[in-house]
């Protein structure tokens, strides 16, 4: 299995990403000029005159070629208006600082959950986090979410960070000599133009007709696992956060995952809890974070 030694070069992982803070011109001109600098378009923005009259519009075919697109050198001209778009898009979304968050042991002073002080529960958009590295639940692929305008994580995590990421995992793929990546694995990219520094990629369980198998509680097991040993290698990642992997689509009941999670991250935290000094984790709904503040309000640990 490739290691981050194997691939972190090919990557440019430790290479900053230019901020296009002197690009003044007009969202309309930007959305042109990159729609006119990708190759091989699936649609020709005839079929609807929002496609051709609003900026969202431009906008939504945009993101729907990105998402279509194969891995492979950007058009330059084209790339740089990508990433002012991109850019333009995280003032939109809004920036949320990870370190003000509440920890849990704020929240639920009570608790025996080890790493109470460390973790926090997040309920909003992980395209907001100003944080060191966000996990993504990736596709097998790795290479991100081909169904346009798509509401799962991976594609909305790749569509903020832009195309580059999805050349990242190309290249991450390639290397490693498969088609798919092995489930509970984990792989680390740049975050390009979303506000965290790090994507780290890793692939859940897939749960069929309800019933957990022992391989499944595993796999989940290792996703958090091997993003936090990523994170060790890593000297400039002090703080991470976690989706409720597999959850969604992958359909693992949301409380044996939490449960799951938390003694991962637990764990972990009390061999190397030096390596990190935040934890979040990202649920959607209020039903979701209820369960989480359940688990470890009425954990006791070992």
């Not at 506000?195 to 897939?206: C, D, E, L, Q, R």
Request: net charge negative; glycine share 6%; with cysteine.
């Amino acid at each position: 299995m490739l290691q981050l030694d194997d691939y972190k070069d090919a990557i440019k992982l430790s290479e900053p990403f230019p901020e296009p803070k002197d690009d003044t011109r007009s969202t309309y001109d930007l959305l042109m000029t990159a729609l006119g600098g990708l190759n091989h378009k699936h649609y020709t923005g005839t079929g609807s005159i929002a496609h051709l009259s609003t900026d969202d519009g431009l906008l939504r075919w945009l993101q729907a070629e990105l998402a279509l697109r194969e891995p492979g050198p950007l058009n330059p001209i084209a790339s740089r208006a990508i990433n002012t778009l991109l850019y333009r898009q995280v003032g939109e979304h809004g920036r949320v600082e990870a370190k003000n968050l509440r920890r849990i042991h704020d929240l639920l002073p009570e608790n025996d959950f080890d790493s109470s002080t460390e973790t926090v529960l997040f309920r909003g958009d992980m395209r907001q986090l100003v944080i060191d590295a966000i996990v993504n639940t990736a596709l097998p692929t790795l290479t991100g979410c081909r169904i346009p305008l798509h509401g799962c994580l991976d594609s909305v995590l790749h569509a903020q960070a832009g195309p580059w990421m999805r050349n990242d995992c190309a290249t991450i793929m390639e290397l490693q000599g498969t088609d798919v990546e092995e489930p509970g694995q984990a792989k680390v990219t740049r975050g390009y133009r979303l506000p965290a520094k790090y994507v780290i990629h890793t692939v859940g369980p897939s749960v069929r007709d309800g019933i957990i198998a022992d391989d499944d509680v595993d796999i989940l097991y290792n996703c958090y696992w091997n993003a936090l040993e990523l994170t060790r290698q890593m000297p400039d990642v002090s703080s991470i956060a976690f989706p409720a992997i597999a959850t969604g689509y992958n359909a693992f009941p949301i409380r044996k995952a939490a449960t799951i999670a938390l003694d991962a991250v637990n764990t972990w935290m009390d061999k190397y809890g030096q390596c990190l000094d935040l934890i979040v984790f990202s649920v959607h709904s209020e039903s979701d974070a209820l369960t989480y503040a359940d688990v470890i309000n009425t954990w006791i640990d070992d």
